[in-house]
């Protein structure tokens, strides 16, 4: 029986995805925000790749406690599917992967490994299963399945929950660290101008090193003897009181910073936040001069 090939390529959820992980490196270095002028384009308003993706994000992010309102709930996405214009929506991705082929090298954007891949997958098959399910039907219960077991956290034998739990043991560090990165750059951009580039520097070594906490590890020691070394020598030359103060307090709390194996996202908040100070000083030493 005729199995749906998946390809990544017609996947609204995994375009979505790896967009939005190109807006953050754009993000992070400064340049042209081709990616997020992208999604704009294709992902703004009223298009047919924004109404699915609305269905996407429901099916990723809902849960039920029973496997039969998840089954419920599935039924109620598929018959909303149904009201999209599929001409129109296979148009949008056909323009919408032309897009970015032309803008980014396609093999740095799928280099990043996406945690959530297998969901996207089935999402994605569940959907184009309808078109034709009487040759697909056992790939299209498989994906429902997988899709039912993650709204309701089910998992119907004991080994397939050990391997969930080794799955998702493997998958949380990478997870809390994005989820943090993505905190860390949001709150700095909201409460300061700009960041400047010591700051960029931390957070693009911090979501670049998410699995390699060892590299990371040496990077933000360097930076923090660095930053302290720094710190002490514009307290020596400050005169202003309030200032001075401001400098000890910092210079105490970074001297606590233990460096071990894991670097945690309020040694790197204590760091950014000793970044904007010294960038505050040279900033009104700079308007004296």
Known sequence: MKKIRHS????????????????????LNGGDEKAKGIVKEFFGGRTELSKELRLFNLLINEKYNTESKSEKFIDAILEAHTKIDYSKLKREKYNLVKSIKETFEIGNLLSSPVTNYKILASIHKLFEGKKNDILQVKDVFDSKITIIEHISNSTPTLKKKEEKLVEDYKKQEKDLRLLTYKILLETFNKKYTNLDTSQKGLLREYINNITNTSKFGTYFEKQLISTITELHTMYKGMNDKITKIKLRETINVLKKQKIGKKINDSQV??????????KEIKNVNGKKS
């Open 8 to 27: 990544k390529f017609k996947n609204t959820g995994f375009l979505f995805e790896i967009l939005t992980r190109q807006i953050t490196v754009e993000v």
């Open 269 to 278: 908040s204590a760091l950014m936040m000793s970044y904007e100070l010294i």
